[in-house]
């Protein structure tokens, strides 16, 4: 024969104890630990980083080590005569910068 349980009765955890039964007349925080809460963590807000110009977010593209790298490169490749290639190096790191800034600002507008 099948016993049939309240809808608020907890399933069994299996040892024989049950989870707390929730009360549905009582909803959220009572003043007192909302005000409590409030003064220790304070208002649920949140926090916004503060915006970097243009300028900054496309310098900051070039702060990688692997990217002074290639700079240098491209600066050996130019004084050993290498001009196709410093100017394709050149190019890839003005590419890389252009996509790490538009993804970057894309990100800051949203």
Do not use: K
């Not at 080590?65 to 600066?75: R, Y």
């Not at 490749?77 to 996509?99: F, P």
């Amino acid at each position: 024969m099948t016993q049939l349980t309240s809808p608020l009765a907890a399933p069994s955890l299996g040892t024989g104890a049950s989870r707390p039964v929730v009360d549905p007349a009582r909803s959220g925080l009572s003043s007192t630990e909302a005000h409590r809460r409030l003064s220790e963590f304070g208002p649920n807000e949140i926090r916004r980083e503060e915006s970097q110009s243009a300028l900054a977010l496309f310098a900051r593209q070039f702060v990688s080590p692997v990217i002074w790298l290639l700079v240098g490169a491209s600066v050996l490749s130019a004084a050993l005569g290498e001009l196709l290639d410093a100017g394709a190096i050149g190019a890839i790191v003005v590419v890389n910068a252009v996509i790490g800034f538009l993804q970057e600002h894309g990100r800051s507008v949203r």
